[in-house]
């Protein structure tokens, strides 16, 4: 998890990802949308092409210009931000309501996201969910966390 914070874990980075997954590309287009400065949007620019999540392709020569597109590795991160606009409309809307609607282009009905098991397609929830330490985790410190919770769990029993 620090390690997607690390790329994706700022205000503007988050919103500048919106901004892409709303179809914008070009410089311009998001300092317009977000009112950020050029300064900052060319440093978090420069990031997310560094970490692969955006891929910057020239369009005009005379001044040179580029586009910024979301590669493989941003497009993954589509349900991350569903899931962050998701919270926002049930938690954060005033009396106006959802500030955009999204709607599924194969059946045409307008969607809330949810998450659901890969497995059995079941919806899921915290509650349902046990965490195990993979092949990757730092074995004391994972090992530690997941052993407190797991006794936590127990006593709760």
Do not use: N
Request: aromatic share 6%.
């Amino acid at each position: 998890m620090a390690r997607t914070i690390g790329v994706i874990g700022d205000r503007w980075t988050l919103m500048i990802l919106r901004e892409c997954f709303l179809r914008t590309r070009r410089f311009e287009g998001f300092q317009s949308a977000l009112g950020i400065t050029r300064h900052l949007l060319a440093e978090r620019l420069k990031k997310l092409v560094r970490q692969g999540v955006l891929r910057r392709i020239p369009y005009q020569e005379a001044p040179k210009r580029h586009e910024y597109i979301l590669t493989q590795k941003g497009l993954d991160l589509y349900p991350i931000m569903m899931a962050i606009v998701h919270w926002g409309d049930v938690h954060m809307v005033d009396v106006r309501g959802r500030p955009l609607l999204h709607q599924h282009r194969k059946c045409g009905k307008m969607f809330d996201p949810v998450m659901v098991c890969s497995e059995c397609g079941e919806r899921l929830s915290a509650k349902e969910v046990h965490v195990h330490p993979g092949p990757g985790a730092r074995a004391p410190l994972e090992k530690a966390h997941l052993d407190k919770k797991t006794k936590a769990r127990k006593r709760a029993a």
